[in-house]
C-alpha cells in the first residue's frame, strides 16, 4: 500500500514493513527500531499509525533514530519512551495492556517521581542518575513505608460480633437469639471494633524499583547510559502478605447473601481458581455440560471505558481447559437456564440489566462479605482458595499451575508433572467440597 510519503507491505511472514523516503538524502528506507533492529507491525493498522508518527517527527526536522541528547533525556521521558508501543523499546516483549500501562504510571507518579526532602528522580538528567542517587531514593521512600492500622467498618450486629468473640455462637449469619440479645446488653452493650493492616507501600516500592531498572535497560542497550545505576540487591522483590483462605461454611453463607444471580459465580470462584476476569468473561459457548469442562480463551476487561470488552488471558498459560466437578456444573447449568441468553456469545454473568460485570459493578459481594462480618476477604481470596482446595486433595504443584493458567514456575519443581487425566481427578475429587457447601447453604436457606 502505497502512501505519499512512504509505503506499507506484507512480508511472507504476515506481519507489515513500512518503507518511507528521507527528506534529506532523498533514498528510501526501511523502518528500524533505535539498535538498528527490523521493525514489522502485526497488522496494517499498527503500521499505519507508524508512518503517521513518522511523516510528523520528519515534517519537524526529528530524526526517530537519533540518540537521545543528555540535556534533555530526563527520566520521565525515558519511562514514556519505555512505554511507548511505537518507540520500540519493548519489541521482544508482548504490547502492554491500557491496565498495565495505567498502572505504571501510577507507580512512577506515585514512587519514582516522589519529592523526597527537595530530592526528586524527576529533575535529574537520566545520565547523571548515580547509583548513590538511585540508593538514597529507594532508601527514602522505604523509610515511608510503614504500615498503619484501620478500622474494619461492618454491617454485623454488635452483639452478633461480640458473641462470636466470645465462643457464645459460631454461625456469620442468620437470626440472632434473645438469648445471645440479652447476654449481650448484660454484658454493658460492649462495641468490638476490627482493624487490619493497611498496605505499607513495601510492595508497591519493589514494582517501582523494577520498572526503573527496565527503564535504565534500555537506556543501557541504546548506549545512552554506560551502566544501569539500579543494584540494589533484592530491592525488586518483596515480601506479598498471606492470603486469606475461605472455609467452607464461609463460602456457603456467601452464596447464600449475594443476590440469587452471582450464586453460582461464588461457587465457581471458589472451585476452579479462575481469574475473575476469566470467570466473567465466560460465555455460554465456553461450558460444555457432558465433558465436565469450562473454557477460558479470553477475560473482561477492567473498565467500561476500555475500546475492547474482552483482552487476551494474563499468560500464555491463561488459554486453557478446565474440569469441574459434577455438582459445579450442575449449578451453572441452572444459572444459565435462568439469567443467560441461549445466543453462544452470551456472558454467562452479568449485572440484573445484562451489562458486564468490569470491575466497578462488583459492590454486591462487597455488601456480602461485610453484612457476614468478612471484610477481610477480597473476591481474589476465592481464587487461592479453590488452589487450597485442590492441594488438599493431592494436585501437584504441575496440576495446580495448569488448572489457575499460571506461567511461571520455581526451578526445583520442574520434574512435577500435570496432565488432563490428572485435573480430572482433581475436579472429581472436589465434589465432596461442593455437596458440602450446597448442604450448608440448604441450612442457611432453611434458617
Avoid at 514489522?40 to 526517530?64: M, N, Q, V, W
Avoid at 486433595?393 to 514456575?409: F, N, P
Avoid at 526445583?412 to 472429581?428: L, P, W
Amino acid at each position: 500500500m502505497k502512501k505519499n510519503f512512504g509505503s506499507i507491505r506484507q512480508l511472507k511472514s504476515g506481519r507489515f514493513q513500512v518503507r518511507y523516503r528521507d527528506p534529506k538524502s532523498g533514498k528510501d528506507k526501511t523502518a528500524r527500531t533505535l539498535d538498528d533492529r527490523a521493525l514489522t507491525f502485526a497488522s496494517i493498522k499498527e503500521a499505519e499509525t507508524y508512518l503517521l508518527h513518522l511523516k510528523s517527527d520528519t515534517l519537524r526536522g526529528l530524526s526517530p533514530y537519533s540518540k537521545a541528547k543528555a540535556k534533555s533525556y530526563t527520566l520521565p521521558a525515558a519511562v514514556e519512551q519505555y512505554l511507548d508501543p511505537d518507540s520500540g523499546s519493548r519489541l521482544n516483549s508482548k504490547p502492554l495492556r491500557s491496565s498495565t500501562l495505567s498502572g505504571y504510571r501510577s507507580l512512577a507518579d506515585g514512587y519514582i517521581y516522589r519529592d523526597l526532602n527537595n530530592f526528586c528522580l524527576a529533575d535529574k538528567e537520566l545520565t547523571k542518575i548515580t547509583r548513590q542517587e538511585i540508593r538514597i531514593w529507594f532508601s527514602q521512600i522505604q523509610g515511608q513505608c510503614v504500615s498503619v492500622k484501620r478500622e474494619v467498618k461492618t454491617k454485623a450486629h454488635p452483639a452478633r460480633t461480640w458473641a462470636r468473640s466470645q465462643g457464645l455462637v459460631k454461625s456469620i449469619n442468620g437470626r440472632i437469639s434473645p438469648d445471645v440479645i440479652e447476654a449481650w446488653k448484660q454484658a454493658g452493650a460492649p462495641i468490638i471494633k476490627k482493624y487490619r493492616d493497611e498496605p505499607s507501600g513495601s510492595v508497591q516500592l519493589a514494582a517501582a524499583y523494577r520498572l526503573l531498572k527496565a527503564v535504565f535497560n534500555v537506556a543501557l542497550e541504546d548506549e545512552i547510559i554506560e551502566s544501569n545505576p539500579c543494584r540494589i540487591k533484592g530491592a525488586g522483590s518483596a515480601n506479598h502478605p498471606e492470603r486469606v483462605i475461605a472455609t467452607n461454611e464461609q463460602i456457603a453463607a456467601l452464596i447464600h447473601e449475594v443476590p440469587e444471580r452471582y450464586k453460582a459465580s461464588v461457587l465457581m470462584a471458589a472451585i476452579t481458581s479462575i481469574r475473575a476476569s476469566e470467570l466473567f468473561g465466560l460465555q455460554r459457548k465456553h461450558i460444555n455440560p457432558l465433558k465436565l469442562e469450562i473454557t477460558i480463551e479470553h477475560q473482561l476487561t477492567g473498565y467500561s471505558a476500555d475500546l475492547e470488552m474482552f483482552v487476551p488471558t494474563k499468560t500464555d498459560a491463561g488459554n486453557r481447559t478446565v474440569a469441574i466437578p459434577s455438582g459445579l456444573m450442575e449449578s451453572i447449568q441452572i444459572h444459565m437456564d435462568k439469567f443467560t441468553d441461549p445466543n453462544p456469545d452470551a456472558l454467562i454473568f452479568t449485572t440484573s440489566n445484562g451489562k458486564p460485570l468490569y470491575k466497578g459493578r462488583r459492590s454486591w459481594f462487597v455488601t456480602a462479605k461485610r453484612r457476614l462480618d468478612l471484610d477481610h476477604l477480597h473476591f481474589h481470596d476465592l481464587r487461592h482458595t479453590g488452589q487450597t482446595l485442590a492441594m488438599e486433595k493431592g494436585a501437584t504443584v504441575k496440576d495446580l499451575q495448569r488448572r489457575a493458567g499460571q506461567a511461571s514456575e520455581q526451578a526445583a519443581q520442574i520434574y512435577v508433572h500435570g496432565h488432563n487425566k490428572r485435573d480430572r481427578i482433581v475436579a472429581d475429587s472436589l465434589e465432596s467440597d461442593v455437596q458440602d457447601v450446597i448442604r450448608k447453604l440448604q441450612q442457611f436457606n432453611a434458617s
